[in-house]
C-alpha cells in the first residue's frame, strides 16, 4: 500500500532562518506531487506541483521554491522565512496520468514563524 | 476567475442529517471531490463525482448536477466524531484542483 510521509510535524523558526520540508511516498512509481499552505481556517493553497523528477511547477509568487531530486521525494524550501510563511504545509500525492484520481495527503508540518 | 463557495461553519445535532453544499464556477469541469478534514490533520478523500446524480457510500452520500454547478455532501446519523471541515474541490479543465475554503461542521450531542 502506498504510504506519504513529511517531517518534521512541527516547526518553530525566526524571521529570516532557512527552511526545509521534506516529503516521500513508498509504495508507487511516478507519482504526482503536491505542496499545498493552509492558514488557520482558511482553504487549501496550491504552492508547487510536480509531474516528474526535476519539473517543478508554481502556483503562487513567494518566497518558497521546491524541489523533486528523487522519483518519491519532494523538497520545500525557503532562503529566508517571513511571518507570512506562518501555516500548515501539506504534501499530496495522485497518479500519474490520471488528471481526474484523488489526492492523498501527507500528516502535515506545522509551521510558525516567530 | 475560479470560484468555489461552500458556507463557513455549519451546527447540527447527533444523531440528525445535515446537507453541505457547494457551487462553482470554474473553466472547465472534470470531477468534484469531497474531502474530511479533521482539526490539525491533513485532509482524507470522501468522495468523488463526475456525472449528475447521487453517490451514495455508507453514512455519506454526494450529490452533482454540472448544469448547475452544484453539489451537496449528505451526512446521515450525525455522530460526534464527524465534527471536522468538508472540503469541496474541483478539478478543471486543465486538471487542476480548485478548492473552496471548507464548511467547518460542528455536531452537538
Known amino acids: 500500500s502506498q504510504t506519504i510521509h513529511q517531517w518534521p510535524a512541527t516547526l518553530v523558526q525566526p524571521v529570516g532562518s532557512p527552511l526545509s520540508l521534506e516529503c516521500t511516498v513508498e509504495?508507487?512509481?511516478?507519482?504526482?506531487l503536491y505542496w499545498y499552505r493552509q492558514a488557520a481556517g482558511r482553504g487549501l493553497q496550491l504552492l508547487f506541483y510536480s509531474v516528474g523528477i526535476g519539473q517543478i511547477s508554481s502556483e503562487v509568487p513567494q518566497n518558497l521554491s521546491a524541489s523533486r531530486p528523487q522519483d518519491r521525494q519532494f523538497i520545500l524550501s525557503s532562503k529566508k522565512l517571513l511571518l507570512s510563511d506562518s501555516g500548515f504545509y501539506l504534501c499530496?500525492?495522485?497518479?500519474?496520468?490520471?488528471?481526474?484520481?484523488?489526492?492523498?495527503f501527507g500528516p502535515g508540518t506545522r509551521l510558525t514563524v516567530t | 476567475g475560479q470560484n468555489i463557495d461552500q458556507p463557513t461553519e455549519m451546527t447540527a445535532t447527533e444523531g440528525a442529517i445535515v446537507q453541505i453544499n457547494c457551487t462553482y464556477q470554474?473553466?472547465?469541469?472534470?470531477?468534484l471531490f469531497w474531502y474530511q478534514q479533521h482539526a490539525g490533520e491533513a485532509p482524507t478523500f470522501l468522495s468523488y463525482n463526475v456525472l449528475d446524480g447521487l453517490e451514495e457510500k455508507g453514512r455519506f452520500s454526494s450529490f452533482l448536477s454540472r448544469s448547475k454547478g452544484y453539489s451537496y455532501l449528505l451526512l446521515k446519523e450525525l455522530q460526534m466524531k464527524d465534527s471536522a471541515s468538508y472540503l469541496c474541490?474541483?478539478?478543471?479543465?486543465?486538471?487542476?484542483?480548485?478548492w473552496g475554503a471548507g464548511t467547518k461542521l460542528i455536531i452537538k450531542p
Open positions: 470554474t473553466s472547465g469541469f472534470n470531477g
Open positions: 499530496a500525492w495522485s497518479v500519474l496520468g490520471q488528471g481526474a484520481s484523488e489526492q492523498y
Open positions: 509504495g508507487t512509481s511516478n507519482p504526482n
Open positions: 474541490a474541483v478539478i478543471d479543465s486543465n486538471y487542476q484542483l480548485i
